[in-house]
């Protein structure tokens, strides 16, 4: 809260409490199917909200930990070095790499995190 | 399969004359009255309608339920046309296939202004989250996964040239390889950059294992496309991806974890044993499995889930469709089927390029 006004976060997670608590347990299993994928869009919104440049600043953290040849810039952004291991992996220069296989571990188990 | 709304209120109201003409010729009688005509869920990509028919004269007559299939408003370029389909069920049916009866074909756009089939109802229910919930339903669960084996092993006892499934073109000659290929086009195509799947589509391209002489895959054979009753199985559905491939590539969609709902711990489907099904598709064909090979297109049949899930969810983001569901797909699925990958793939399971 922000003097006096919820931001884009509070407000939905307010929505998602009215779903769940207020609105599902009336609906019909048809109605009540559709009104769980609501709610499951409004939780991965708010996490998104919340969390997702936390997650984009561990992915490219995690990405780093890759040693590659050549080597990415410090300053390359996330996509453009998506975009070079992308290129790498095909190329066959990242075949059965421990570190790039523990880095997407790791990112896979914080993407799922965001959507649960 | 739930039924949702009345002739009356359905897409199909203002082809009702036109369509009980059409049946009234089929069924050889004197006429064909449409009753009701409610849609059945479970299609994303084609409608299915249930319909009640009252048959005046001839060889059928009396009160019948049937199933019309056509396309849904956005179809999918990969998806087997309406006719391909009817022909694809005919000759399954042939070849002593469980399939709900493929009926009669109709092109002429006069009659639902598309094309449409109609085939006999099948019994039971398709919905994964009932096999679940009622335990007792398609019977001695065991048992139906070994015959589950026996009817894919049928499907699979299909095979090229035949002239009527000239539509599926050459059989590839490597077709994990060739798949491989479109999963990176299609990743491309979408703009999506997942280097947990570019890690997956590697390590497939090099323990990619040699490919035996190809047959009719079904390529969507799941649980989920199937239906059962309290005695068993009663029919193989949804025929729209066959294809000409690697037999073990439909034994790996059908093991693999992400088809196996709410529970991982039943191999074949979520519904039985592995050795079940297993089983039941040596019985028919007389050969065992190799479990390597199978556990090879487990992480393909990841794959393909997840390259699915990302082009549903294309479909909704690009405004092609205003679907939640497909959104959804497209988000929620993908860090899971990378997880598996990922776990299935580890770095001591790698041996070097050649």
Redesign the interface.
């Known amino acids: 809260m922000k003097g006096g006004e919820a931001d884009a976060v509070r407000l939905l997670s307010l929505a998602e409490k009215e779903i769940a608590t207020e609105i599902l347990p009336g609906l019909s299993a048809?109605a009540r199917y559709r009104m769980r994928?609501?709610l499951?869009?409004l939780k991965?919104a708010g996490a998104e909200l919340r969390d997702g440049g936390d997650l984009k600043a561990a992915t490219l953290a995690q990405?780093q930990t890759v040693e590659t040849t050549p080597q990415g810039d410090g300053a390359e952004t996330l996509?453009a070095m998506?975009?070079r291991?992308?290129a790498l992996?095909?190329q066959?220069e990242?075949?059965?790499?421990?570190a790039?296989?523990r880095a997407?571990?790791i990112?896979?188990?914080e993407?799922?995190r965001?959507?649960r | 399969m739930g039924v949702t709304v009345a002739l009356a209120e359905s897409r199909l109201a203002r082809h009702k004359e036109t369509l009980e003409a059409f049946l009234a010729e089929a069924y050889r009688s004197e006429a064909v009255d449409l009753d009701d005509a409610a849609p059945l869920t479970g299609g994303a990509i084609q409608e299915n309608w249930l319909l009640d028919l009252r048959i005046h004269g001839g060889p059928d007559a009396g009160q019948k339920q049937v199933v019309l299939r056509t396309d849904a408003a956005s179809g999918v370029a990969v998806s087997r046309s309406r006719a391909e389909e009817f022909t694809l069920l005919q000759v399954a049916k042939a070849a002593g296939v469980l399939v709900p009866e493929p009926l009669w074909l109709c092109e002429d756009p006069a009659v639902l202004g598309k094309t449409f089939y109609v085939m006999a109802r099948a019994e039971g229910t398709a919905a994964p989250h009932r096999f679940t919930k009622e335990p007792d339903l398609g019977g001695d669960r065991e048992r139906l996964a070994e015959r589950l084996g026996m009817e894919l092993a049928k499907i699979h006892s299909i095979q090229p040239p035949r002239e009527e499934l000239s539509f599926l073109g050459e059989p590839p000659a490597h077709p994990a390889l060739v798949a491989i290929e479109r999963y990176r086009d299609y990743l491309d195509s979408l703009g999506a950059l997942s280097l947990a799947l570019e890690w997956g589509l590697r390590w497939c391209e090099l323990h990619a294992p040699p490919s035996g002489a190809a047959v009719l895959v079904h390529q969507d054979f799941r649980t989920g496309n199937y239906m059962i009753d309290r005695q068993g199985l009663t029919a193989i559905l949804d025929w729209e991806f066959c294809d000409w491939g690697d037999p073990m590539s439909d034994i790996g969609w059908f093991c693999a974890k992400c088809w196996r709902y709410a529970q991982p711990e039943l191999e074949a489907g979520g519904i039985g044993s592995r050795a079940a099904f297993y089983r039941g598709y040596a019985d028919v064909t007389g050969r065992s499995l190799d479990p390597q090979v199978v556990a090879y297109w487990e992480v393909m049949a990841h794959l393909r889930w997840a390259v699915i899930a990302l082009q549903q969810g294309e479909r909704a983001l690009s405004g092609e469709e205003d679907s939640l569901e497909l959104a959804l797909t497209g988000r929620i699925y993908p860090p899971g089927l990378e997880g598996e990958i990922l776990r299935c793939t580890e770095p001591a399971l790698w041996r070097a390029a050649p």
């Open positions: 048809d994928l609501v499951n869009a991965i990405l996509g998506k975009l291991l992308q992996l095909r066959g990242l075949d059965g790499n421990q790039l296989h997407l571990v990112i896979a188990e993407r799922g965001l959507i």
